[in-house]
């Protein structure tokens, strides 16, 4: 079973969520539906990023690193050429 760190942007205003999940596809309908506290004001929620782990602990910290300020940089950097050809600029 993979581990996964996901990236979703908010189609409303462009604003992004990074989460952990084991089930990616069932946790986007989720956030879509309203169905998270955190997130349902600010759906609908595209999938633009997400890495796969095999052990959760590597998946928790990564997630946790994302969402620090040097994380958010080195997410914008490693996808900078989506973020150019978005009309949201973040």
């Known amino acids: ?6 990236v979703l942007q908010s189609k409303k205003d462009g604003r992004l969520y990074v989460g952990y999940t084991r089930n ?3 946790r ?3 956030h ?3 169905l998270s506290y955190y997130t349902k004001k600010y759906a609908p929620w ?3 990023y997400f890495e796969g782990f095999l052990n959760q602990e590597d998946a928790l910290r990564r997630e946790k690193y994302l969402k620090t300020s040097i994380g958010k940089r080195t997410l914008k950097l490693q996808l900078r050429k989506y973020f150019e ?5 973040i």
Do not use: A, P, Q, T
């Open 1 to 6: 079973m993979f581990h996964y760190v996901y």
């Open 24 to 26: 990616i596809f069932k």
């Open 28 to 30: 986007l309908k989720v």
């Open 32 to 34: 879509n539906k309203g």
């Open 46 to 48: 595209i999938l633009i």
């Open 85 to 89: 050809n978005e009309r949201f600029s």
